[in-house]
């Protein structure tokens, strides 16, 4: 069974400084891996999808790495801002790519 | 594509009534997903869809809990007869590919 485990689990910055958060995995054998944006009371979105051929990905602001050998990926939010706040959750699939593993999230505050 | 839409967004009922929750896909997507979010566990898989056929519904907890999809463009959850220990955000979500997922804006039910 794929876990999925994030840390840490709530952080909060000061405006300006770059975010590092961390997502690991049990079962290297993923086809991708998804970042997640999640605002209190909504749903999720999709921030960036690495797939398992990739290093990493960059959108924006917004730079996640992936290194299947050692279940790990890294989001990298660069010059944060208060608009950043939110819960970073990352997913994998398991079951033979059937199903997506969800972690529990880093809760972030960044603050003004 | 105005996205995955839920509704109702947010449900107050008492326990031992029925609940169901509803949920349009995007169109053109084949996958339907429906998770729990809890702050004790997080994000749970319950049931998914290809094609409008279930095909993986593990993740159900109890036999209360049931789903249909009875076309490409709805599904329902439904709960019956409902506990306060249900009480979560439930989240309906598409995907053109089993291994993403395009999430709605969760229903949350509160059950009393």
């Known amino acids: 069974k794929q876990e999925v485990t994030q840390i840490p689990a709530a952080l909060s910055v000061p405006e300006g400084e770059n975010l590092v958060l961390n997502c690991s995995f049990t079962d290297s054998a993923i086809y991708n891996l998804q970042w997640f944006r999640q605002d209190p009371g909504k749903g999720l979105t999709s921030l960036l999808l690495?797939?398992?051929?990739?290093r990493e990905q960059t959108s924006g602001r917004l730079n996640a790495s992936l290194d299947k050998s050692s279940g790990r990926s890294t989001l990298y939010i660069a010059a944060s801002q208060p608009g950043d706040s939110a819960t970073y959750l990352c997913?994998?699939?398991?079951?033979?790519?059937?199903?997506?593993?969800f972690g529990k999230g880093n809760q972030v505050v960044v603050i003004p | 594509d105005a996205g995955v839409i839920q509704s109702p967004r947010h449900e107050v009922t008492e326990m031992g009534q029925e609940v169901t929750l509803r949920c349009k896909p995007i169109?053109?997507?084949?996958?339907l997903f429906w998770y729990r979010q809890t702050m004790m566990r997080g994000l749970e898989l319950l049931i998914y869809?290809?094609?409008?056929?279930?095909?993986?519904d593990s993740g159900m907890p109890e036999d209360r809990f049931s789903a249909k999809m009875p076309n490409a463009s709805f599904s329902t959850l439904k709960i019956q007869p409902s506990e306060p220990r249900d009480s979560a955000v439930y989240f309906c979500?598409?995907?053109?590919?089993?291994?993403?997922?395009?999430f709605g804006q969760g229903t949350r039910l509160t059950v009393v």
């Open positions: 869809f290809n094609n409008n056929v279930p095909i993986d």
């Open positions: 169109s053109g997507h084949d996958y």
């Open positions: 979500a598409s995907s053109p590919r089993v291994s993403e997922a395009f």
């Open positions: 997913a994998v699939p398991y079951y033979g790519n059937n199903r997506l593993a």
């Open positions: 690495i797939q398992s051929s990739q």
